[in-house]
């Protein structure tokens, strides 16, 4: 529609509705229009045509056509959700997109518990997280990426100090006789 912006009669929020509906078509939505259409009508053109009346009808549209599933859905992916050792960022990222689908507001206690959920599998990353003050969300967030950090700086050190034991390599060689003097060919 901002292609009409300032282009009088255009701006009118009954012809913005009517514009919109053109645009919808198909066997499964035509009622659905059509009742939209019947509906403007009965609209006043002066008195009803005020910002309130596309704003109803922008809200009858997202009940209508807004997938009543999804929410449930990124719930309970969200509640699926689990932290595996060593994808922090992998997990982080994964919890944030989900909770901004399922419309949580980032740094509610609620929030911050379900984060901690997701780590269930690592009850030792839990403690030393829990162990700390937590501020909000971002608190949680980068003390639990450095808890997990310094567990696989950890595993690493561990690794490390128990080298394979020592084996001295196989040598193939021929142990040559040292040549024969015999005192009958000596000069």
Do not use: C
């Not at 989900?98 to 206690?109: D, F, M, N, P, V």
């Not at 269930?120 to 403690?127: A, K, R």
């Not at 162990?131 to 700086?153: A, C, H």
């Amino acid at each position: 529609m901002m292609a009409n912006q300032g282009v009088p009669g255009f701006e009118s929020p009954i012809r913005r509705i009517t514009i919109t509906l053109t645009f919808i078509k198909g066997p499964q939505v035509d009622g659905w229009v059509k009742g939209i259409l019947e509906g403007l009508e009965q609209l006043h053109p002066i008195n009803d045509n005020i910002e309130y009346t596309y704003l109803n009808f922008l809200s009858r549209f997202e009940e209508q056509f807004t997938d009543s599933t999804k929410q449930e859905v990124t719930q309970a992916s969200l509640d699926q959700l689990s932290f595996h050792f060593p994808s922090i960022n992998q997990y982080i990222s994964n919890f944030e997109m989900l909770a901004r689908k399922a419309r949580y507001t980032i740094g509610s206690q609620e929030l911050m518990n379900m984060f901690l959920k997701g780590l269930h599998n690592f009850l030792h990353i839990i403690e030393r997280v829990i162990d700390k003050s937590l501020m909000d969300y971002y608190d949680l967030k980068e003390k639990t990426i450095g808890v997990v950090k310094n567990q696989q700086l950890l595993r690493a050190i561990k690794n490390s100090s128990n080298p394979m034991p020592f084996r001295q390599p196989f040598q193939h060689y021929v142990n040559p006789q040292p040549p024969q003097y015999n005192s009958s060919t000596a000069p």
